[in-house]
Each structure stands twice: as structure tokens, then as C-alpha cells.
């Protein structure tokens, strides 16, 4: 009798340059994970049985005609899931929340502000972060509550712990982040188990 496979971490690609270093990322914190396209149906997803799921970035604007979508039920599925920078922007303008386009953009080291919550459990509250965006989250899902802030960004992190929902402006897969890979074992081991 062949043993069950894996479940898997589903880092959903939305076009980030780092989508495969997020995988990565997973990998070395010991989690099997899977690289899938942004057009995946929920159906399959649900299908997949997987342990968590992993929106990435991406360089285009929620805004814009033709930018990378997902289907609105994945949000519904019970799964944890973590968005990343377009991924939590794409997150917190499809569940209520708002995504501002603002004339100027935050590239580079960041300092982020008040750090709380399940993503940053043991870590400091004010840590640098690597940011890349030009559209921000100015007001976070319905029901959510923000849990981190930069000087220009005021939603730069948010959860909604009952509906296992997480989003991050910043990125925690990068080296320049130095906590990021912290926040990501505190998102698969201490969120979705």
C-alpha cells in the first residue's frame, strides 16, 4: 500500500519574480510545497487537500485591465492562507478592505511599525522590512485588524485569525527582510500547523 502524498504548501503565482523563492523558502523551513498558477479553480485546490496556501506578489496593479486574479472561493475554503504584497492587496480589495493607488512608491529597506500578532510572535515589534509597491493597503479585509505599519504604508501587515486570512505589504522570502523567514515558520508551524 502506497503511503499518502504530502499535503501541500500551494504558493499560488500571481506573476512575483520571487514566487519561486517563496517556494523555496517553504522548503527550507521543512514543508513540502508546490509552485501552481493563479488561474488554479478552488475546486482544485480543495482538491490538492493542501496544508496552507501562499499568494506571491506580483508587479501589476490590482487596477489594472488584465491583472492576475484567483478565484474568490479560495478565500472561503478554511484554508490558512498568507498573501504577499500584490497577494495581500488582491486579498484585502477582494474580502472589503481597500488598495489605494498612491503617486509615490516604497522600494527598499523599510522600517516596519507595532509588529503584532500570530505572524510576529517572538519577533520584535519594529524590524526593517523589504518593500516593493506602488499600490497600498489603506484599510484592511472586513473583520480583519492590522497588526504592522510603515511610515508611508499604514496597513503593512494584517490578520483575521478566524478566518485563518493574513496578508504582509512587505517580503518576508527576501534576505534583506531579516526576520522574513521567521515570519514565514511562524505562519506554517503556529498558524496552519
Known amino acids: 500500500m ?3 502524498p504530502p499535503r501541500p504548501v500551494l504558493v499560488v503565482d500571481l506573476g512575483a ?3 519561486q523563492l517563496i517556494a523555496r523558502r517553504v522548503r527550507e523551513a521543512r514543508v513540502y510545497s508546490e509552485l501552481v498558477p493563479h488561474t488554479l479553480p ?6 490538492r ?3 496552507a496556501l501562499i499568494l506571491s506578489g506580483g508587479p501589476a496593479s490590482v487596477y489594472a485591465e488584465g491583472a492576475p486574479q484567483v478565484d474568490e472561493t479560495l478565500f472561503e475554503l478554511g484554508v490558512p492562507t498568507l498573501g504577499i504584497c500584490y497577494g495581500a492587496q488582491l486579498m484585502a480589495l477582494r474580502l ?3 488598495v489605494q493607488r498612491t503617486n509615490t512608491s516604497e522600494f527598499g529597506k523599510t522600517d516596519l511599525e507595532g509588529g503584532s500578532g500570530a505572524l510576529f510572535s517572538g519577533l520584535p515589534a519594529a524590524q526593517t522590512v523589504w518593500m516593493s509597491h506602488r499600490d497600498t493597503v489603506t484599510a484592511p479585509p472586513a473583520g480583519a485588524r492590522v497588526t504592522g ?4 504604508t499604514p496597513v503593512a501587515a494584517f490578520e483575521d485569525p478566524a478566518r485563518r486570512l493574513y496578508g504582509v505589504q512587505f517580503h518576508p522570502e527576501v534576505r534583506h527582510t531579516p526576520y522574513g523567514q521567521d515570519v514565514l515558520k511562524n505562519f506554517l508551524y503556529e498558524i496552519a500547523g
Do not use: C, H, K
Request: aromatic share 4%; glycine share 10%.
Open 42 to 47: 478552488a475546486e482544485e485546490v480543495r482538491r
Open 17 to 19: 519574480q520571487y514566487a
Open 96 to 98: 472589503g478592505g481597500e
Open 149 to 152: 505599519r510603515s511610515s508611508s
Open 49 to 51: 487537500n493542501p496544508l
Open 2 to 4: 502506497a503511503d499518502d
